[in-house]
């Protein structure tokens, strides 16, 4: 059987390029499930597997694209019958392995969830790994100990895991404020029901102290560096921060008085490779909270052969709002 896929590839002189082919199944990686794909996720890390930033592909010919949703075509495993509906996110696929950028997938099926009432492939796609991985971070957080009478809560990055976190925070009842560098985007936060947006630039002009007056219940925090660093010093006794993303940097320039004096708590989350329980609890629940209604005017869909360019838009920074893909 034959599908099409957007291929990458690299010259001998080690220029990438990318374009629609024709495959056979008997060229997909190995794995235990094979996945007719409907809708594939576009994100950042998208963008640069396919223009060869960051080193996240190594191997050539690739397929990429780090989500998916679609049907079983065939299983070697007994969890899922064909005609399943399933949705992936990480497990590097897109990077070590092909991912959702084709009609077709082969992967093991540990990396698969079922996808969850209530939710299209459609809407999976919308919401994506950004959506997972802001379920996860509010789990977190309220494993820890918050609740919305705790008080506003600092959601920072107005990108994707940043506006889908505002939104679901909302929904379940807490007061949130955005911090984002892109004013561009803050009638997209407002209409996500972020109770106040501030300025990324001003917030990092205030005066630094070791420690500062307490603001936030709980924090989000999609951009890392500098902006982590400060925001530590303003949560409040007994809060936490869910930690999530390093895009202004790896280095944590802190210092221990907001873990001594005030019990702060640093929760790391990567979605990359949850363990299978805790997606099937966490999709659920996302199925459950987010309102896909209010994401509907910030969706645009794209074929297979427009991806090259939204790679160079995604990474200049111009696309607003979730591209989901239409293989």
């Known amino acids: 059987m034959t599908f099409k896929a957007l291929v990458t590839d690299k010259s001998a002189e080690g220029k990438l390029s990318s374009q629609v082919q024709t495959l056979e199944d008997e060229q997909l990686p190995e794995g235990d499930v094979v996945v007719d794909i409907d809708w594939a996720g576009f994100n950042y890390k998208d963008g640069l597997c396919l223009k060869g930033a960051g080193g996240l592909v190594r191997n050539f010919p690739h397929v990429a694209g780090i989500d998916f949703a679609g049907r079983v075509r065939a299983s070697d495993d007994a969890r899922y019958a064909a005609g399943q509906e399933v949705v992936l996110t990480g497990w590097r696929v897109g990077e070590n392995h092909w ?83 892109r004013a561009e985007l803050s009638e997209a936060l407002k209409a996500f029901r972020a109770n106040a947006i501030l300025d990324r630039a001003a917030f990092m002009e205030e005066a630094d102290k070791p420690l500062e007056a307490a603001r936030w219940a709980g924090v989000i925090d999609a951009v890392g560096g500098a902006v982590l660093g ?20 790896i280095e944590l320039n802190t210092n221990v008085l907001p873990f001594i004096l005030r019990g702060v708590a640093l929760l790391g989350i990567d979605s990359v490779m949850q363990p299978y329980e805790a997606r099937v609890a966490a999709w659920a629940r996302l199925a459950d909270i987010f309102d896909i209604k209010a994401y509907g005017g910030f969706v645009a869909e794209i074929g297979l052969a427009d991806l090259p360019d939204a790679a160079d838009r995604i990474l200049a920074g111009s696309v607003k709002g979730r591209l989901i893909v239409k293989p």
């Not at 991985?133 to 990055?157: F, K, Y």
């Open 230 to 249: 400060k925001l530590l010093r303003q949560v409040k006794y007994g809060g936490a921060v869910a930690a999530i993303g390093n895009a202004a940097g």
């Open 99 to 181: 991912g959702g950028f084709s009609q077709r997938a082969r992967v093991k099926a540990d990396w698969l969830v079922p996808l969850p009432k209530g939710l299209s492939g459609r809407e999976a796609m919308i919401v994506g790994t950004a959506g997972l991985t802001a379920m996860l971070a509010i789990d977190r957080l309220e494993r820890a100990g918050l609740t919305p009478a705790a008080g506003e809560v600092l959601v920072t990055g107005a990108g994707g895991v940043g506006s889908i976190a505002v939104a679901m925070l909302a929904k379940l009842g807490y007061s949130v404020t955005a911090l984002s560098g």
